[in-house]
């Protein structure tokens, strides 16, 4: 067994659809689970639709959403023939189930409705996946994820509870695939222990595949993509940027955190705890061998395997505002940050003070009020960060020597510094507006 998750532009393009369907009869011996996005564009509609008034706007947002859906058909089916006729009535039947929801909301919080709603892009993508493989000759089956993934109650960004989800995955899943058939899962989304509908937070079929894979102890979790892997340095910018062949856990998870938008920072978590390899793979370029992640790492390339950025991370200092109350500063500090949704990327810290990086600005002005009645703040926009991410990074002194010195050399100031104690990534604060022309002097001497 193992699972092949499927992104937005993969379920999207017809090409793409058509690889689905030939890499899961390829490989249909081995017992594929499959995990889709919603088609492109179809969550962003939804949010929207989540918070609409009834009126126009609503209506317009519904007909948006079911011309995408109609183009998909019209690509993928020949007009007029069985199969284009049954997607439709697929469509429409989710489009009425939506629309009654939304007309019903009055009686769940906007947040439990807003979870609802945006399942519904899964919902239609694994039905339509799954009709479009049994019309290609493949026992496929649609799975919704609220039974295999059992959640914490954070609507918006929930968490898998692992004892009940494993249960839960493997009861729905496994008779499945023993009968032969393939379950097309919906990414994405779970439900909670009273079976309300969850969502993973943004980009989370990733992690839905991983926790699926992780449930039921698959060999291989591939994350097949519009990109051939993992790059040195986002390709887009970066011309001369490599495909790197191999990561180790720890890389990857870092990559994701500080930037690299290929994986779902949180993906690497179940995979890591039952040593389940992860591949990044291309579904418009078959012939790619991609980046495959695991334990090992792998050196041979160089100590540095990618740069990462991230245009914006507002920073926050605070200074205890007195020196004698130093005693659990830092954790009262961290307390109130988590308290307002504010989550932290780099950190430098005294015991009187502390330097954080956001990762998110949460709710920041409660935060910082409750903060300012024991310390002083400063909060500053207009900075980023770049990371180099390598697992031997530490044992390669001269490093930071050359890193400074290119800085140096560029007169860009550095303004904070994360040397991480995890080995493996050298963080650098310093003013967004001159991140473009740096990190193509640290790729080049770095990686090229
Ligand atoms: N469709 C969801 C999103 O756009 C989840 C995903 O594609 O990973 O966030
Ligand atoms: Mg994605």
Request: charged share 20%; net charge neutral; with cysteine.
């Amino acid at each position: 067994m193992f699972v092949m998750k499927f992104g937005g532009t993969s379920v999207t393009k017809p090409e793409s659809v058509a690889a689905i369907s030939k890499l899961v009869s390829a490989r249909i011996k081995e017992q594929p689970v499959v995990v889709v996005s919603a088609l492109s564009g179809i969550t962003d509609l939804l949010v929207k639709l989540s918070h609409s008034a009834a009126g126009e706007v609503r209506d317009n947002l519904f007909t948006e959403i079911n011309q995408k859906h109609d183009d998909w058909i019209d690509a993928i089916f020949s007009s007029n023939n069985t199969a284009y006729n049954e997607a439709h009535k697929i469509v429409d039947n989710y489009l009425s189930e939506l629309a009654q929801l939304i007309n019903d909301s009055s009686l769940i919080s906007q947040l439990e409705l807003h979870d609802s709603v945006v399942a519904f892009g899964e919902k239609i993508s694994s039905a339509l996946i799954s009709y479009y493989l049994t019309q290609n000759g493949i026992q496929a089956q649609q799975l919704i994820a609220t039974n295999c993934i059992i959640t914490t109650n954070q609507f918006g960004g929930a968490d898998f509870m692992d004892a009940a989800t494993r249960k839960a995955s493997k009861a729905s899943i496994l008779p499945l695939v023993k009968q032969g058939v393939v379950p097309v899962i919906t990414g994405f989304i779970g439900a909670n222990r009273a079976g309300q509908t969850t969502i993973l937070g943004r980009g989370g079929s990733d992690y839905s595949a991983a926790i699926i894979g992780y449930a039921i102890q698959a060999s291989e979790i591939q994350i097949w993509t519009d990109v051939n892997g993992v790059y040195s340095a986002d390709p887009r910018v970066i011309k001369t940027a490599k495909l790197v062949k191999k990561l180790s856990y720890q890389e990857a998870a870092e990559l994701a955190m500080f930037g690299a938008k290929v994986l779902h920072p949180r993906t690497i978590q179940p995979a890591v705890k039952l040593s389940i390899p992860v591949k990044v793979l291309n579904t418009f370029n078959l012939d790619n061998i991609g980046t495959i992640i695991e334990h090992a790492p792998d050196n041979t390339d160089g100590t540095i395997k990618s740069i990462t950025w991230r245009k914006s991370a507002p920073l926050l200092n605070i200074y205890s505002a007195n020196m004698f109350l130093s005693k659990g500063f830092l954790q009262k500090v961290f307390a109130i940050l988590a308290k307002h949704d504010i989550s932290v990327n780099l950190l430098s810290a005294s015991e009187v003070s502390v330097s954080v990086t956001l990762d998110n600005i949460g709710k920041l002005n409660p935060a910082l009020a409750e903060l300012n009645k024991f310390a002083k703040t400063d909060y500053f926009e207009g900075f980023g960060t770049i990371s180099l991410v390598g697992d031997s990074i530490m044992a390669t002194p001269s490093l930071m020597q050359k890193v400074f010195n290119i800085f140096q050399a560029a007169k860009i100031r550095v303004q904070m510094l994360s040397y991480s104690a995890s080995n493996i990534n050298i963080s650098l604060l310093v003013a967004s507006d001159r991140i473009d022309e740096i990190v193509p002097v640290l790729h080049k001497e770095f990686i090229e």
